[in-house]
């Protein structure tokens, strides 16, 4: 053993295997950097507006590879322009990278409308939200199927089963109001968002009253601060009344504490 310590070979053998280990780990290095294209991540622009054609014959979008996975009808946008994208804006990846896009739909999609007559207002609601349709306004008659509609409406118009309407359409619902004239408590609506209050209320066979915003707000984000009539556990509105909001943004106010003090039995997560 101390002979072979002393054998001069012996250590530059050694020297060549350490050098050999050295540039096998380099070069492994070196070509998974060059397979995964390491540190050559680039930000994803918004292509939010643009048309499908602008990124295929555009140069400076020749990083990117794009699909077309949907479309969506939006009389706001213009049509076959870009509304959404995967990943999106402002993130990172790698050269290549295919971005997912949804369009803009040319056309407007229309469904069947739906039977809804006999129907609870729990299962009209759940079934017009697979029909990709929304529950407007409540209005209840004296008949003896309590809760159950009797007709649907579209814009003042009354609709039948099977006619082809606007996805994203308002279906205006009447419903019996049962043998006799029942008073309702009215839910707590302070913290909710429009969206939010709206289903609420159809919950409790109530509809949305008179809506007032803060000048400046995006009336995206607003939630509601104050109501009237004001939320009670006792039974004091009819069904089918309305209930007036009014809205703030939750940079400007506290909801949290202010639940605490109206109704300091009912968290915060309850309500939202």
Known sequence: MLSLLKN???YIHLALMALLVVFLIW??????????RHGQATPVPDFSGLYYEELENNPEFSKFSFLIIDSIYDPTKERGTIINQDPAPESFVKEGRKIYLTLVAMNPKMVAMPELK????????SLLQTYDLKVGKLTYEPDIAKNAVLRQYNKGKQIDPGAMILAGSTIDLVLGLGDRQQLL?????????????????????LNMGIESFEPGDDTSTVRIYR????????????????????YKSNKNFDFESYLKTIAPDTLMSDTL
């Not at 070069?27 to 995964?36: A, D, G, P, Q």
């Not at 408590?185 to 066979?205: D, M």
């Open 118 to 125: 006999d129907l609870s207002l729990r299962s009209a609601t």
């Open 8 to 10: 001069k070979r012996f």
């Open 227 to 246: 109501q009237t009539p004001n939320y009670t556990h006792k039974s004091i509105a009819k069904f089918g009344s309305s209930v007036d909001v009014w």
């Open 27 to 36: 070069l492994t290095v070196t070509i998974v950097n060059n397979f995964t």
């Open 185 to 205: 408590p009215v839910p707590l609506l302070i913290g909710l968002t429009r969206s939010q209050a709206i289903q609420k209320l159809h919950e409790y066979s």
